[in-house]
């Protein structure tokens, strides 16, 4: 499935997941417990060696990921072993695709039914001959916005970005956070764009998920929360967590809706 | 809006901003500063008064006539060791602390390996009332134990760096992370000509006093320019300092010495070297396309040296587009040569050169004819903060 199609249900719940941790058999049965549970797409980290924007909890995440035997080729069997109902999502540094070839990554991505990538160390002044290989594979290269994003500046990234576009909540890394920033609802207002916009970095509870969605974005992107759970052996907690940010978000979508409605009557 | 034109942030086809956008904005002010105040005579003023009143500008360019002698032709040394602090670190921290005071910072972040540019940065720290973070790698920490009291007597904290291999490649990401977010008030010093653009720009340019100082100086002693210039590599900061003065002579080799650690090899997680222009491939490291070590799949490898100034997998963007269009030539001195390099400077000339310096002083012993008839080493720290290691290393025991 396109992006496209899966935000026509909105909103939605992105969930990411390191690949290979704790296995890369695991993987595959923890992203489709995800989708199972709820999760609209699943985000699937390719983990590298110098993942610079993420925080301790997905760094960590990587560095086991990696030793138990992550690399790209298994990413790519582990991807197309996942056959769920919702859209898979790449997401991991520029260095690992380069390496591989963009046009054969872009390739290996649709072959193995992901739909999107998310490059967090590739801004779009960089992202052009990767954007061509990825529309060659029908794949959609999301881009990235973050609260220092100029406001004059947002077009230009929203132009060379498919499928939605990624708002980083806060600056600095990847973890969870207690507060959800005023300057993130400020983002979901300054970003004018027909994109969806789903809103990342700091969401841990089903309370944060359900603000972004009633500030105005079309989704809620939760990571750490996700591999902290999978890193205990958690995976009821994980299974019960995603049920209920689902829950906080629909409810909030709702809550807008009726909101929108009542105030039309008036 | 672009932040910038793509083709004004690389060196060919190396270099560019493969980081965050949560950095691109920084990044963009930062550039944007350093390009007006550069120009700004006061700016300049400060900066000329600080490398000449407190780092001890011009170092001395001494013909060493002995190591002259040995290898039959005129061997000039460029003192960098002589500079405060004890190597070239100085001049870019004192440059960058400039700016960032300009811009409004109050503090300075820094990655150090060895722990010459951690220490150079708590200087200026001190210096300029700026308050001072260093990110060390945990096993860096324990091989510079000295560095690391030296950077807190001068009031900075040292913060180790616990993710990845530990070392000084995940003390800049640990910096990166750090700046991505505090750069409304901080600084990131970065510490050699690697990085996102501007830095490599930046850094090469405030490093480049080394290379005016010495093109006047040889001029000067020799009526003539010199047949080669050598620097040791690690990210090439003192390297491009020094090479920067000799470009446009282009009968001038410019010789790019880098480590050779314990061989040429690679394991699935380690190199044996730190040798990228030598052996790397085009990749993306620290923000910038450049040539790196790295496994088949795009995983960064640890790199070797005894000297861990030249310790990283990864190289300054312009060095590599200097190597690919034939300007600078690429060479590799071992833990050997180097230490061949560090003991006989010291017995020759008196000088003990710093492990890193001390490669391309071992590369002029091993290959003199490479050097043509002048040739000026670029000595760029002195060896105390090394006596550990190399006594560890001659199986006496540290200190």
Redesign the interface.
């Known amino acids: 499935m396109r992006l496209a199609e899966a935000f026509s249900r909105r909103p939605l719940l992105i969930a990411y997941i390191c690949a290979g941790d704790p296995s890369p058999g695991a993987t595959v049965e923890i992203a489709q417990l995800l989708a199972r549970s709820g999760a609209d797409v699943v985000e699937l980290g390719l983990p590298?060696?110098?993942?610079?924007?993420d925080?301790?909890v997905i760094?960590a995440a990587a560095?086991r990921a990696?030793e138990a035997g992550m690399?790209?080729?298994v990413y790519f069997d582990v991807a197309s072993k996942i056959r769920a109902e919702v859209p898979l999502v790449f997401m991991g540094?520029?260095?690992?695709?380069?390496?591989?070839g963009l046009e054969k990554f872009a390739g290996d991505c649709a072959d193995s039914g992901i739909t999107g990538l998310i490059v967090?160390?590739?801004?779009?002044?960089?992202a052009g001959p990767l954007r061509t290989a990825c529309e060659k594979a029908e794949v959609d290269l999301i881009s990235?916005?973050?609260?220092?994003?100029?406001t004059?500046?947002i077009?230009?990234?929203a132009e060379g970005s498919g499928g939605f576009l990624y708002l980083?909540a806060?600056?600095?890394?990847t973890g969870a956070r207690a507060d959800l920033q005023e300057s993130t609802k400020a983002l979901i207002e300054r970003v004018k764009t027909p994109l969806p916009k789903a809103v990342g970095f700091g969401i841990s509870t089903p309370e944060q998920a359900a603000e972004v969605i009633r500030a105005g974005a079309d989704g809620a992107i939760v990571g750490s929360v996700c591999v902290d759970l999978i890193s205990k052996g958690d995976l009821a907690g994980l299974e019960d967590l995603i049920r209920r940010m689902k829950a906080a978000i629909r409810e909030a979508k709702s809550a807008e809706k009726v909101e929108k409605m009542e105030s039309a009557r008036i | 809006m672009k932040i910038t034109d793509a083709s004004m942030t690389r060196f060919g086809r190396f270099g560019g901003q493969f980081v965050p956008e949560t950095l691109m904005q920084p990044l963009k002010e930062l550039a944007e500063a350093y390009s007006r105040l550069k120009a700004d005579p006061q700016f300049r003023g400060e900066l000329s008064a600080l490398l000449s009143n407190y780092a001890g500008r011009p170092t001395p360019l001494y013909l060493a006539k002995s190591l002259s002698r040995e290898l039959s032709r005129k061997v000039y040394l460029k003192r960098e060791d002589l500079l405060h602090g004890g190597a070239h670190k100085l001049n870019n921290v004192l440059g960058q602390a400039l700016v960032a005071k300009a811009m409004g910072k109050t503090r300075l972040i820094a990655e150090t390996g060895a722990g010459q540019h951690g220490v150079a940065s708590a200087m200026v720290g001190a210096n300029l009332g700026l308050d001072t973070e260093v990110y060390m790698g945990e096993v860096d920490i324990e091989r510079q134990k000295m560095n690391v009291y030296r950077m807190e007597l001068l009031g900075a904290k040292v913060i180790p760096v616990r993710s990845g291999s530990r070392t000084l490649k995940d003390a800049i990401n640990e910096a990166m992370r750090d700046w991505a977010g505090s750069y409304e008030t901080t600084h990131y010093l970065m510490g050699t000509v690697a990085g996102a653009h501007p830095y490599p720009l930046m850094v090469r340019e405030l490093q480049s006093v080394i290379g005016t100082e010495a093109r006047e100086q040889i001029l000067d002693a020799e009526g003539r320019l010199p047949d080669s210039v050598a620097a040791c590599v690690g990210g090439g900061s003192n390297a491009m300092g020094i090479f920067s003065g000799f470009l446009r002579d282009e009968a001038t080799n410019l010789i790019a010495v880098e480590a050779g650690g314990r061989g040429t090899s690679s394991g699935d997680k380690i190199a044996d070297h730190g040798a990228c222009l030598n052996l790397g491939e085009d990749g993306v490291l620290h923000g910038a396309m450049t040539k790196i070590l790295q496994d088949p799949y795009g995983q960064i490898l640890e790199s070797y040296s005894l000297a861990a100034g030249l310790d990283y997998p990864g190289v300054g963007p312009e060095l590599a587009h200097l190597v690919e269009v034939g300007r600078v030539t690429p060479a590799i001195a071992d833990d050997g040569a180097a230490l061949e390099g560090f003991r006989r400077l010291s017995v020759l000339e008196g000088i003990i050169p710093a492990l890193e310096s001390a490669h391309a002083v071992g590369f002029a012993l091993k290959d003199p004819e490479a050097l043509g008839e002048i040739t000026i080493i670029n000595l760029s720290g002195r060896g105390d903060k090394d006596l550990t290691t190399v006594m560890e290393h001659e199986g006496r025991g540290g200190i």
Not at chain 1, 48 to 53: G, R, Y
Request: charged share 20%; glycine share 4%; aromatic share 6%.
């Open positions: 590298h060696s110098d993942p610079i924007a925080g301790p760094q560095m990696i690399n790209t080729d540094y520029y260095n690992m695709i380069l390496r591989r967090p160390d590739l801004p779009p002044e960089e990235l916005v973050a609260p220092n994003t100029p004059e500046r077009p230009y990234i980083v806060r600056a600095g890394v």
